[in-house]
């Protein structure tokens, strides 16, 4: 299939590795990280033309707004947890109009509703008991972790790394139950996200989903291109 999308100036492909693959009829989650740039507007839009000429049958937008909660270490948790949820609630209002010109049936799923699905809880131990017991998950984890403190402290040489490694570890224990094997036990086909998975995902998806779920929790990874301008564009 052609995955290559364009609105007015940008367009979205799943990239090459999706070519081979079947997306008509199959149920899709667009992740999505509040705050991302990737996330708003153009790109946005570009994502949304994507999904709609790729088949899908259902589409969920969960907007992992609450999940980011961890990464406001410099307030407390209960305004942590309120800034994390006006920012959702923002981000909803915002970009209504450009979610509004999908044409696949979709529904938006909040971060709190998927913490509070049932299955959620045991889901979250598994991965628990993985980090503590399995030395190459927990190295997936910690790798992950290393590489945001490594960008972390790239911009802010001071930074409090101890806390920022408890935030993250909070943050990725958190994530990776909902993302993988929940998703995937709910019947998820696919993943769209604009980064490819993460070490401690992946590992989650090789652990957790690949055997139990076979053919379930593949990622899509987003990538973005800018249109150059056509003649008449470069004239106005």
């Not at 509703?113 to 980090?131: C, K, T, V």
Request: aromatic share 10%.
């Amino acid at each position: 299939m052609d995955n290559y999308v364009i609105d007015g100036r940008t367009k979205a492909n799943f990239g090459e590795a999706a070519k081979s693959l079947t997306l008509a009829g199959t149920r899709a989650v667009l992740l999505v990280s509040v705050g991302q740039r990737y996330h708003e507007g153009d790109k946005l839009r570009a994502t949304v033309e994507l999904v709609n000429r790729s088949g899908f049958r259902e589409l969920t937008i969960a907007v992992a707004d609450t999940l980011q909660r961890s990464n406001y270490l410099e307030v407390s948790p209960a305004d942590a947890y309120a800034r994390a949820l006006d920012q959702g609630d923002e981000w909803i209002e915002r970009n209504e109009k450009i979610l509004g010109e999908l044409t696949v049936p979709n529904q938006v799923l909040r971060w709190d509703e998927a913490l509070n699905d049932p299955s959620y809880g045991e889901f979250r131990q598994r991965i628990e008991d993985a980090y503590a017991h399995d030395p190459q998950y927990k190295s997936a984890v910690d790798a992950t972790i290393a590489k945001f403190i490594d960008r972390l402290t790239s911009r802010d040489p001071g930074a409090e790394t101890e806390q920022a490694f408890k935030g993250c570890l909070e943050y990725l224990v958190e994530e990776c139950p909902i993302i993988m094997p929940m998703w995937a036990h709910q019947g998820y086909d696919y993943i769209i996200y604009p980064q490819p998975m993460t070490a401690a995902m992946a590992e989650t998806q090789r652990i957790f989903v690949t055997d139990e779920y076979p053919g379930k929790g593949g990622w899509l990874s987003l990538r973005f291109k800018k249109r150059a301008a056509t003649s008449e564009q470069s004239a106005a």
